[in-house]
């Protein structure tokens, strides 16, 4: 066939760009749980997040050893020699040393200083870290439920360009039949529907090439890896009261309870400003062997209890500073509250307006595809038949694209809602 119908019907199969050029390497599939496992495993902003987690609870353990007692052994020994008497210094034990014949000195101590009473600073060190560590766990959760739906978004962008494509190229291949039984009078028709098809086919290409991409940007895998995913465009209707919707965004939000705790660090910032001017108890006890000479003999021991009275100047403007940004935190409390709840309403009216429209599609779509399966068993194999496809394959086109739109509709609300479950029930 020599026609210029024929030659656009050519391209339409022979205009495949880079992506044949990658089809002799292996395929690697996917299916969503897949992607999910892939997406979290690989993602470097949740690994971060997770290293977070690690660094809070070492800072637990570090509050924890304040409860403990100093303990320590220390020996030294000392050449001198000596006019007058003197002490060493407390690096080396502050012992006394007379002038002697004997040059040299040798020591030997036992030491332990326990914290009786700090005004309340390491329980509330400890408190500190311990929001600080849930604050880390609440950001983990929030990194991966985003990660969660940018993955969702990405894998169904890249289905839906996949099956773009599959039905642009099924309608093409009717291209063959019907431009044998098209008059010179319906030439320019025919042209025209099928550059149409060529421009529809380059871009299903285009868009299936470009979601790709994103796809595995999405899993941080390396760009130029073939892929594809298994799925289809499935979906249900969901009804969930958006009242219940913002009670639980209210509870299950990470980021909100990530600044409930940071409600509660600001709140023992203030405590630990505070105990700044609050008197300390201190407990010491210390035993030690000295002489000139080996064994040692001479002993020593002291147990002491010390009060300290601190005297703190900056104490009050440290106080309001700490006051200050307690009050900071409310209002960024109170905004992102807001923000959430205006996530949840914009998530729940986006699913309620693509569940209309989906349904509305499907009905119009399903009325096409009848109407074209009698026009075929009419025997009608020519321009009409071409003509009809291409309306079939619009209502195709926009029946799969508002599915799309309905199932990332509902992960977004997930996502704002704070669930890593479906909505079916509640999370």
């Given at each position: 066939m020599s026609s210029p119908l024929r030659r656009a019907a050519l391209a339409v199969f022979l205009s495949i760009p880079a992506a044949a050029a990658s089809a002799e390497l292996p395929t690697e599939t996917y299916a969503l749980d897949d992607a999910l496992l892939m997406a979290t495993r690989n993602s470097a902003a949740l690994q971060s997040a997770e290293q977070d987690i690690t660094i809070a609870q070492q800072r637990v353990k570090e509050a924890v050893s304040l409860f403990y007692p100093d303990v320590g052994l220390q020996a030294s020994a000392t050449r001198f020699e000596a006019r007058y008497p003197f002490a060493l210094r407390p690096e080396f034990g502050s012992n006394i040393l007379y002038p002697s014949a004997r040059k040299e000195f040798y020591s030997g101590q036992g030491y332990l200083t326990l914290s009786l009473y700090e005004g309340r600073r390491h329980i509330n060190t400890l408190r500190?870290?311990?929001?600080?560590?849930?604050?880390?766990?609440?950001?983990?959760?929030?990194?991966?439920?985003?990660?969660?739906?940018?993955?969702?978004?990405?894998?169904?962008?890249?289905?839906l360009a996949q099956e773009l494509l599959a039905a642009t190229e099924a309608v093409a291949g009717r291209l063959e039949e019907i431009a044998d039984r098209s008059d010179a009078a319906q030439t320019l028709e025919a042209e025209s529907l099928a550059a149409d098809l060529r421009a529809a086919s380059a871009d299903a290409r285009h868009r299936l090439e470009q979601s790709r991409l994103d796809f595995l940007m999405r899993l941080n895998r390396e760009l130029d890896t073939a892929v594809r995913v298994e799925g289809r465009l499935e979906t249900e209707p969901l009804d969930v009261d958006l009242r219940k919707l913002v009670v639980w965004a209210t509870e299950l939000r990470p980021e909100l309870q990530s600044e409930t705790y940071r409600a509660q660090m600001d709140a023992i910032s203030v405590n630990l400003a505070l105990g700044r001017r609050t008197p300390s108890i201190l407990l010491g006890v210390d035993y030690g062997v000295v002489d000139s000479e080996f064994p040692?003999?001479?002993?020593?021991?002291?147990?002491?209890?010390?009060?300290?009275?601190?005297?703190?100047?900056?104490?009050?403007?440290?106080h309001r500073q700490k006051l200050a940004e307690q009050r900071q935190g409310e209002i960024k409390r109170a905004e992102l509250r807001d923000q959430v709840h205006l996530e949840v309403r914009k998530a729940h009216q986006d699913l309620r307006y693509w569940q209309g429209e989906w349904t509305r599609r499907e009905g119009?779509?399903?009325?096409?595809?009848?109407?074209?399966?009698?026009?075929?068993?009419?025997?009608?194999?020519?321009?009409?038949?071409?003509?009809?496809?291409?309306?079939v394959l619009a209502a195709n086109k926009r029946c799969l694209e508002a599915r799309?739109?309905?199932?990332?509709?509902?992960?977004?609300?997930?996502r704002a809602v704070g669930s890593a479950r479906p909505l079916n029930g509640e999370p």
């Open positions: 500190l870290a311990r929001a600080s560590l849930k604050q880390a766990q609440s950001k983990f959760e929030a990194a991966k439920l985003d990660i969660i739906v940018e993955t969702k978004r990405a894998f169904y962008r890249l289905i040692l003999r001479q002993n020593n021991w002291d147990a002491s209890v010390a009060v300290r009275i601190p005297f703190s100047f900056g104490f009050w403007p440290q119009e779509l399903r009325r096409m595809q009848e109407l074209f399966q009698k026009l075929q068993s009419n025997g009608i194999a020519s321009l009409a038949g071409l003509r009809a496809a291409t309306r799309q739109e309905h199932i990332l509709a509902r992960a977004q609300l997930e």
